[in-house]
């Protein structure tokens, strides 16, 4: 049975982990960054040394391309991303990419020509932590979001996409199109506890959460702290605990299936002796059952118009995002099923609390996904672990997968 080198899987994710490595042992290796250039180079370098040609479209979205005995055929696409959160670690994203690779090295070593042609990609943007919305790169190439609109998106620091895939030289001309594709894999960590609470070694992903963020705008009136009687101020920040009070009963209303997290919360100034004239909320609600997450959604616009009406500040809800729950593909969740069976890993299936690239993907290629566990179930964190034995067991997964479908 075709086996993986988990060695040079392993080797090749350690070495890639130290561009944009940090102290702590994870990674920040941001889109678009020129950590993330050397983190792409690096990966063009590995693909090259198999034959592979190299594509980049509009978007900086890269795909390596390693030749099938019929090129005019579906192609099948594997692949992840290899940008990170500020404090990431060495595993998200970055591990599909590179088991993708090995998959296509591993048919190198055995001079096993595939019927039809792979591509390895690298999806721009995926995180969303310097660009936001997140998985922007997958959202173009799925038509989910115009060209246009992704590149009038801007950083922290008003950079623009478009700038930023120019500084480093990845903004494409190749045409790259889902119709090229039959079918998509991702292998993935699972960024929650589950497979490792219940010794699992494989995750067969069904579908994904559906999932939307937004952010809630509070005004008020800018004045002294000191001279300012409590009962004549307009203080945003009076309605900030009475929001949090009421959104966090959204975990106890619609079960344990729903999600609820607030990122971050900011005011405006932010000084000690001023009563601040904005504050600002970010909201991520999720649910598997997108009817749910509808009705998630109604309760959230309750609240905020109870508690506008209710305090002196004016309170805005403005959606940032929404991505609809998916279902995977029959036939990619049985590939995966059948070769987690045939290679003897415990396994289960399992739904994605992420969002991830194959959101996208599947909206227009029969795709499904590969969790592998994490230590505690810890990601977005520089703390970040999984085994190598795990990461060899997806991979090996991911491999047998893809034979199958080859053949369909």
């Not at 982990?17 to 690096?42: F, M, Y």
């Not at 090229?180 to 894999?185: G, R, W």
């Not at 959606?319 to 289960?348: K, M």
Request: hydrophobic share 35%; proline share 5%.
């Amino acid at each position: 049975m075709m086996k993986i080198n988990g060695d040079r899987l392993w080797d090749r994710l350690m070495e890639i982990a130290q561009i944009g490595g940090t102290p702590n042992g994870g990674v920040c290796r941001l889109t678009l960054s020129e950590e993330d250039k050397k983190g792409r180079l690096l990966f063009e370098d590995w693909c090259k040394g198999l034959g592979c040609s190299i594509r980049v479209d509009a978007m900086g979205n890269l795909f390596a391309t390693y030749p099938g005995k019929d090129p005019y055929l579906p192609t099948l696409l594997l692949g992840s991303h290899l940008d990170s959160q500020p404090t990431g670690g060495k595993y998200d994203g970055v591990m599909g990419v590179l088991a993708g690779l090995e998959v296509i090295h591993t048919l190198h070593d055995q001079n096993y020509v595939p019927d039809r042609n792979i591509v390895v990609a690298s999806w721009t943007n995926e995180e969303g932590a310097r660009f936001t919305p997140a998985m922007i790169g997958s959202g173009v190439f799925s038509e989910t979001f115009s060209l246009d609109y992704a590149y009038q998106q801007k950083d922290k620091e008003g950079i623009t996409l478009h700038d930023a895939l120019n500084s480093i030289g990845y903004k494409g001309t190749d045409s790259v199109k889902p119709n090229e594709f039959q079918y998509a894999l991702e292998l993935h960590i699972e960024q929650g506890p589950i497979l490792e609470r219940e010794e699992k070694q494989i995750g067969i992903v069904t579908g994904v959460q559906g999932i939307r963020w937004y952010d809630i705008h509070i005004s008020g009136k800018e004045c002294h702290a000191g001279p300012t009687p409590m009962d004549y101020r307009i203080d945003p920040m009076q309605s900030v605990p009475l929001l949090l009070t009421e959104l966090y009963k959204i975990s106890e209303v619609f079960g344990e299936d729903a999600r609820i997290t607030i990122g971050y919360i900011d005011a405006s100034p932010a000084v000690k002796n001023t009563v601040p004239e904005k504050a600002s909320i970010s909201l991520d609600i999720r649910h598997p059952n997108e009817d749910q997450l509808t009705k998630m959604h109604e309760f959230v616009l309750s609240v905020i118009q109870t508690i506008d009406k209710e305090s002196k500040s004016s309170i805005e809800l403005e959606e940032i995002w929404h991505s609809e729950s998916v279902v995977f593909d029959d036939n990619c969740v049985h590939a995966v099923q059948q070769a987690s069976e045939t290679l003897g890993y415990p396994h289960r299936r399992i739904i994605s609390g992420a969002g991830h690239d194959s959101v996208y993907t599947s909206k227009v290629i029969p795709t499904s996904m590969i969790f592998i566990p994490c230590k505690d179930g810890l990601s977005h964190n520089e703390l970040e672990s999984a085994k190598k034995e795990d990461v060899i067991a997806g991979t090996n997964v991911l491999l047998h997968a893809s034979l199958q479908l080859q053949h369909k």
